[in-house]
Structures are given as C-alpha cells and as structure tokens.
C-alpha cells in the first residue's frame, strides 16, 4: 500500500516509511494514495471472526510488499489483548464501545497497534525508534502499560507541571525503564509549539528516529480502521437496510478511518457526527469544512503534535462536493438535546454515557426524525467509559458508574522532583541523552 501527501499527490512512499517520517517534508499528512478492495473479504467474515483475525488480515493488506502474513498476524496479535464490545440495544440501533482497554480511552488501540508494530519491525531492521509527544497524563498512563519489556522504543512525554500519572517507578528512563516524562513552563499551545520545533529539524528527527503517538501518524490512525468491519461482522446478518455508524467529532481521526473503510468495499452509508466550527452544516444542510476556505498552499506546516484529520477529510473528498454530502451528516445539537439523549440511552438502555456518546445518540435522534429511512440500523459508537466523565453523568443523571480498579490505578499522581525544561533546545537535549 503507497501512500501520499494531502499537499504533493506526485509523493509516493510504503507505509513504512510514512510511519517512520511521520509526516512528509510539504507540511502536509500522509494518506492513502490507493487502497485495496477487499470486497470478497468483507463478504466473508461474520460474528464467529475475531478482532485480532480482522486486525491481522487488514494489516497485511496494508503492509503485504513489506512483511509476511505472519509478521501481520504477530503484530496484531501482540497489539490487542482486548477487543470493542458490540452489542444490540434495538432492533435497528446497536452499540460499540471502544474503551475496554488499557486506561479506558478507545486511543489504547491505536497507540498499543503502533508500539506493536514499532516493536516488531525495528526487531527486524536494527534500530531504536522515539516517541515524542504532548501527554495530558493519560498518554503516560498507557505509556507505562504499554512500553514494558520493549527494547527498542522509548517515550519522551512533555507535559504541563502536575498532570503526570500513572507511570511506575521502574518504567522511567532513569531507572532502567522506557519512559522519560517532562515538565515544562507554559499553556499546553506554548508546550505543543515547542515540541513543533524539535520536529522542524528534519535531519534531527531522521537521525533520533522521533514519531508521534496521536493520528498525524498514519500508523496510528489506520488502526481506527479495524473497528468498522469488526463491528460490521458482529451486525451484518441481524440487519436488512442501511448501515449508519454515529460518533462525537474527536479529533475526527474515526471518522477518517470509517471512510477508509468504506473505500475497502465495507458496506456503509453514511456518517453522522455531531457539528463543530471545524465540520459544520450549512443553511441547506450540507456540509461545510472551515479549513477549505484557505488554499492548502497557503497554510502553515502540520503541527505533528495536533491530529491533522480535517486536512484528510478534505483530500478524501477532494473538490467532490456532493460525495462529501451523501457520506457525512454534521447535525447540530444543543446543550438540552444532548442531556435528553444521556438521561433516555441511561432510562431505556442501562448505559451511562459521557458528553461524546450522548452528543452521538442525540445525532442519532435528530436524524432519525429528518432524514433516515426507518429500516437503517446505526451504531452509535462510545469512545471512553463514561467513568472518566463521572461529572457530567452525575449533573445529569445523579449517578455515576463505578471506576474500574485498571482505570483507577492510572489516576495515581507521579512527582518526578526534575526541573521544569523551559524551551525546545532544553527538550532537544534530552532526547539528546538518550
């Protein structure tokens, strides 16, 4: 599989090397330049196929002129001890959540997919590879579960102070482990822009093997791929009509992967996501991309640090206006609605529900009302359990789920008595060091 640049279609480079370049040398993103029609796969697989099998099959689609069917399997295999849980709440709605994982974040797939895969092909190739990277504290959490016993990865983890958690003592560098976490001065913008110009020296990022661990990396992303065809084998012979998948906006990195999906021949009709500023509806109802408004050629340079999905949305679709209209549905939905979709998915399902999934149920409503055929099933899909918003679930409801003992042992505060690093020259000397 080749891949290319959102801002130079004649760049065409394996996946490994976008994996490793982390993002091309135009300022753009890495995308899918072609992808495999799986058409007879699809047909194939059912509710008896397992998670890793589908991860396994499309990995080597992904990577069969690089690696083995074999390595494919092994890196998915090591990759997910844990699958997405698919049920059925209605008799056209089902639910996919994606949080049963390491912290509880539906990120623990793709980021335990990525370290998998570094693993296994640095093994192969000699070398060691860096993870560089902001952390709000849950990246250092999954960090320390994910990067023990690794020998060839290390992660340097810049944060704001006081936010570190979850890492064990024998995980960080200094004592013989894998991770480095970092306090620095300023806003997360200020710790972001630093870590921005560290990735700007391009012969300093070739020489330290420095990537990402968010969805700018195209490795990490593409992992997001194997939750629709998943949940796609758990659903297909319950279902007759259309196929209709409903998630908050995120970083829109599961909405790209949906669409890659589907451009492997996965029978889907359709997205509804939630609008923002950035994916919004427009007076007629179609949606309307803020970015696109400036020229691609007139934008600065893809900040590795911030998912750059929108740029993907938008070369997915190209200039092709109506395509984009019958793929993706933004439908607006206000503070009320989304309470009254928490307070019914709790009264009618028994399922608590953060602001994102009960933004995605409420979108599910809103359409059902306007614009979908009464025999399309959805799936509303949970990106992290509702625990981690218990808050908003108790404001709402007044209760909350109780948190699950691996949930609970991540929120456990780290002090790691270092200075606070004030500038990218200090980040640049200690990944120096290592």
């Known amino acids: 599989m080749e891949f290319t640049s959102t801002r130079n279609n004649s760049l065409s480079v394996p996946f490994s090397k976008a994996v490793r370049d982390c993002i091309p040398e135009d300022g753009g993103v890495f995308v899918p330049s072609s992808i495999e029609d799986l058409r007879r796969w699809v047909n194939f697989i059912d509710e008896d196929t397992s998670f890793t099998s589908i991860a396994g099959s499309l990995t080597s689609a992904l990577m069969h002129e690089e690696f083995s069917p074999i390595i494919c399997e092994t890196i998915s295999t090591k990759a997910f001890p844990v699958s997405p849980v698919v049920s059925q709440l209605d008799d056209n709605l089902f639910f996919m959540d994606l949080y049963h994982g ?233 503070e009320r609605q989304r309470e009254k979709a928490a307070k019914e998915l709790f009264m009618k399902y028994g399922l608590f529900a953060d602001r994102s999934t009960a933004n995605a149920y409420a979108a599910i409503k809103e359409a059902r009302e306007y614009d979908l055929d009464e025999d399309c099933s959805v799936v509303l899909t949970a990106f992290n359990d509702p625990c981690l918003d218990a808050e908003y679930c108790r404001h709402v409801l007044g209760e909350a789920p109780e948190m699950p003992e691996n949930i609970k042992k991540t929120m456990r505060p780290v002090e790691i008595n270092r200075p606070l690093l004030k500038s990218a020259e200090d980040l640049r000397k200690v990944i120096e060091s290592l």
């Open 102 to 334: 390491f912290t509880g974040y539906h990120r623990d797939y793709g980021v335990s997919y990525l370290v998998s895969y570094l693993e296994y092909t640095l093994q192969l190739s000699g070398g060691s590879a860096i993870i560089l990277d902001y952390s709000n504290g849950s990246l250092g959490a999954l960090m320390n579960q994910l990067l023990k016993g690794k020998k060839n990865i290390k992660a340097v983890l810049v944060s704001k102070k006081g936010v570190i958690r979850g890492i064990d003592e024998e995980s960080l560098t200094w004592n013989g482990g894998n991770i480095y976490p970092i306090e620095m001065e300023g806003t997360e913008a200020e710790i972001r822009a630093a870590i921005s110009k560290v990735f700007s020296d391009r012969e300093f990022v070739k020489a330290k093997n420095l990537t990402v661990a968010n969805t700018t990396n195209v490795c990490r992303l593409l992992s997001q791929l194997f939750f629709f065809p998943y949940s796609f084998a758990q659903i297909k012979n319950k279902v007759d009509g259309d196929i209709y998948y409903s998630m908050d906006a995120g970083n829109y990195g599961t909405l790209v992967a949906g669409l890659y999906s589907w451009r492997f021949a996965l029978p889907v009709n359709g997205f509804l996501i939630p609008s923002t500023p950035a994916l919004a509806r427009s007076p007629s109802g179609n949606p309307v991309l803020l970015d696109s408004m400036v020229n691609i050629n007139n934008r600065s340079e893809i900040n590795p640090t911030l998912p750059a999905n929108l740029e993907r949305l938008e070369a997915f679709f190209g200039q092709n206006e109506l395509m984009m209209r019958n793929f993706v549905f933004p439908i607006d939905i206000s």
